[in-house]
């Protein structure tokens, strides 16, 4: 990387507000739900800032944040906790879910309907307003400390139906969309994550607009803002724009040939060679 495209790189302070910039009501929506105890759901395609908003909004309420990732395996202890055998004796280890309870901490449960339904259902009395966590295994139920929060995640789009949110838990929870930010505000977001000038994030901006355009059906996902980034912290790296391109933008999106060769097709229409 030059070093001028190091020095506009943005480098997250340890303790500075994760930089995220808003993109409609967001945050007075997610502030409001947390102030009331409202459990909250973002909704929205991977990579378009559902993650930083978290970790932004965690900062400024003064929570600390404890995300999961969701996954077809997790079990009812992997959220709650388990006893294990600690030098001959068994002792209970708190999971994720129960430390955020007691810490008052925001948990984040990403990409939440991966999840098993059965394991889901601990999160109904923490959802709604008895706001507690029985553990089943202890014989006790553990009030939510002041300040805890319950942020799920998921993307409606990219899962299946039967995978679906049950109904029961969607209507205890706050939902907040996300979508792809506009072009001005996308442009600044790729041009100060990935260290690039604005025109070139202009460009690549203009090309994720014309991907997510297609809605060929044969992409499972449409370019992000975080390919974008890729595709920039590539070329803020020296690579040519349509190299760093196909390299982040092209190949993650797809495996198909066909599709690939078109996508290439408009990286180059879209992408130009810096002269010199
Ligand atoms: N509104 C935004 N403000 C700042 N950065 C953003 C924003 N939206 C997307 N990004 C960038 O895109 C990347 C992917 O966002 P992330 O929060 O990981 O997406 P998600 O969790 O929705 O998959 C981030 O690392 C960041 O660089
Ligand atoms: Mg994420």
Known sequence: MTS????RRAQPAATGRPWYVPVANEEAVFKAAHRQGLSIVLKGPTGCGK???????????????????????????DLVGRFLLRGGDT?????????AVREGAICYLDEVVEARQDTTVVLHPLADHRRELPIE????????APGFGLVASY????QSVLKDLKDSTRQRMVAIEFGFPAPEVEQRIVAREAGVDESTAAMLVRLGAAIRRLQTGG?????????????GRLIA???????AAVAAVAGPLTDDPAITRGLIEMIDVYLETPAG
Request: proline content about 7%; hydrophobic content about 45%; overall charge negative.
């Open 237 to 243: 790296e020296g690579l040519d724009p349509r190299e």
């Open 91 to 99: 002792e209970w280890v708190d999971g994720p879910l129960t430390r």
């Open 155 to 158: 993307n409606p789009g990219y």
């Open 4 to 7: 001028s495209a190091a020095a």
């Open 137 to 144: 295994r202890l014989g006790i139920t553990v009030p939510a």
């Open 51 to 77: 993650t930083r908003f978290v970790a932004a909004m965690a900062h400024e309420l003064g929570r600390p944040l404890i995300t999961v990732a969701c996954h077809d395996d997790l079990t009812t202890a």
């Open 219 to 231: 992409l499972r996902e449409v370019s992000s803002t975080r390919v974008l980034v890729a595709a």
